[in-house]
């Protein structure tokens, strides 16, 4: 038997339009295709960081506030005092990944991007794709 979970309140429709949302405004600023850009989240000394790059280069380091808004909407990090909350989420289940995969905790993280307009996000090993992750199961380290 298969899990099946229904995103009752919409959650999921939210945090897409708002992940569409963010590469349209920095593909504008950047003058790149959306699709040309990756949100990566990893570890760096067990801390969450985040930065928008393409294949080729790194374009800005992502604040934490910017990339909880990124999944919850502008204005939620600073409204609901989010920062210190997803930080330990998020970089506990980075940890989780890495061991759950034997990667090198330093080496592992998740890579968003649009492909064909839907949301994609790829479990990384460096630069080597891993594998999918459901959207949803990183979803919740960012609720409040």
């Given at each position: 038997?298969?899990?099946?979970?229904?995103?009752?309140?919409?959650?999921?429709?939210?945090?897409?339009?708002?992940?569409?949302?963010?590469?349209?405004?920095?593909?504008?600023?950047?003058?790149?295709?959306?699709?040309?850009?990756?949100?990566?989240?990893?570890?760096?000394?067990?801390?969450?960081?985040a930065r928008l790059i393409t294949e080729i280069?790194?374009?800005?380091?992502?604040?934490?506030?910017?990339?909880?808004?990124?999944?919850?909407?502008?204005?939620?990090?600073?409204?609901?005092?989010?920062?210190?909350?997803?930080?330990?989420?998020?970089?506990?289940?980075?940890?989780?990944?890495?061991i759950a995969h034997a990667i090198p905790p330093?080496?592992?993280?998740?890579?968003?991007?649009?492909?064909?307009?839907?949301?994609?996000?790829?479990?990384?090993?460096?630069?080597?794709?891993?594998?999918?992750?459901?959207?949803?199961?990183?979803?919740?380290?960012?609720?409040?």
């Open positions: 038997m298969e899990n099946v979970t229904i995103d009752v309140f919409g959650y999921e429709k939210k945090v897409i339009s708002n992940v569409q949302g963010y590469f349209q405004v920095q593909s504008k600023n950047y003058r790149l295709s959306k699709e040309d850009m990756i949100v990566e989240i990893g570890l760096q000394n067990k801390q969450c960081k280069e790194m374009l800005y380091a992502i604040p934490t506030p910017e990339l909880i808004d990124f999944f919850a909407g502008d204005g939620m990090a600073t409204a609901l005092g989010l920062q210190p909350i997803v930080e330990k989420r998020v970089s506990d289940y980075l940890q989780h990944l890495a330093e080496k592992v993280n998740a890579k968003i991007q649009l492909q064909d307009n839907l949301v994609k996000v790829f479990l990384c090993h460096g630069e080597k794709h891993h594998s999918l992750i459901p959207l949803k199961t990183l979803i919740k380290q960012f609720k409040p």
